[in-house]
């Protein structure tokens, strides 16, 4: 005679017999899927290790953006082998058609996902590299990116559709037909994308060149070029702002690089004298001051030479000369300016030479036997 426990023990076993027997191909699918997943990450990890190590060897830095290009994909590739080694691993019995359609239309998605990324990293990585190496200076910009990642989004997308039995080829005419439409409504936003990639392509502006805008167009906008996106052209001002430019604004725009050729700047800096200086002791005294300070005001170059030139010339009360020197960048001129005037000033009062103050002489007249002016 059976116990109510011994009744409860057989009753408790045959429902774990069950529930294997019901699940036992989704635990089998599991298990595969983890361990090969598990393994397939520790290979890849040495893998990328060892290819550090080797691109670490070698002269150019290309190995190493392809490797860090591919590190992400990577990621969709594991899981994509374990996936299809799990699915291999299944009895056609344990998996039900639909179940084996789904996971066969996800492998599909993941590797066209992976393919069409690492083709995309790989070619922005090989464009980079091409470009560093010409003498075009065409940089690599948001937007460049971004249509290299829509080209080949375009096919994955095309091959993703065409496994849910999606006919691309209609649907595309009908987006087209569509599309005039919305063309029109959009029309801004097209005229700020065609023309950042023409300004892209152009090679005129790079990141990092300061720049400015003529007034017309955009106001008084001037600062170092940060990016170029798809509908806009950031600048961080000298005043550490960031200003949005519409690049169909930037492509109309009369644009100043003072980057381009060169990144150093002259400077000017005027100030006027009295009229009975000594014009030789002046030159000598002005170069003096600036050849001491090349090394210790920061920015200030030795080369090009300063120069002390008698313009504009003649004033009302003072003879007004123009200082030039060279500056590294922009956002040194202000500062070396400041401090060369300082030092000039120190070493007029020392000299002797004055700085006028505009003075007038006022003449009066007074008709004979007219009382004289007051006085």
Known sequence: MSTPSANLDIDSLGKVLRFWTEWHGAWRFALVFLLVLGAAWVVRSLLFRALERIAARTSTDLDDT?????????????????????????????????????LSLATLILLTISVALAVARVSIVLLEHSMRRSATGIQITTLTKMMIRLFWAVPAVLI?????????????ATLGVGGIAVSFA????????????????????????????????????????????????TLLTLDN???????????????TNFSQPAAPLSVSIPYGVAYDTDIALLDRVVLEVVKSAIGEVAGLLREPAPVNRLTPGFAESALNFTLSVSVTDVAAQFAVADLLRRRLLARFRQEGI??????????????????????
């Open 66 to 102: 392809l490797a860090g290009a591919l590190r992400w994909p990577s990621r969709y590739w594991i899981v994509l082998l374990a996936l299809v080694v799990a699915v291999a691993d299944l009895d056609e019995r344990d998996v039900p058609a639909r179940i084996a359609h789904a």
């Open 160 to 172: 993703i559709l065409s496994a849910f039995n999606v006919q691309a080829w209609p649907a595309m």
């Open 186 to 233: 959009l029309k801004d936003t097209f005229a700020n994308v065609f023309s950042g990639f023409y300004v892209s392509l152009a090679g005129q502006l790079h990141r990092g060149d300061f720049i400015r805008l003529d007034r017309s167009t955009a106001g008084f906008v001037e600062g170092y070029v940060m990016d170029i996106h798809w509908r806009i052209t």
């Open 241 to 255: 702002n960031m200003v949005l430019i519409p690049n169909s604004k930037l492509a109309e725009a009369i644009v």
């Open 354 to 375: 004055r700085i006028p103050y505009p003075t007038r002489t006022l003449e009066i007249h007074h008709e004979p036997g007219s009382p004289p002016p007051a006085s």
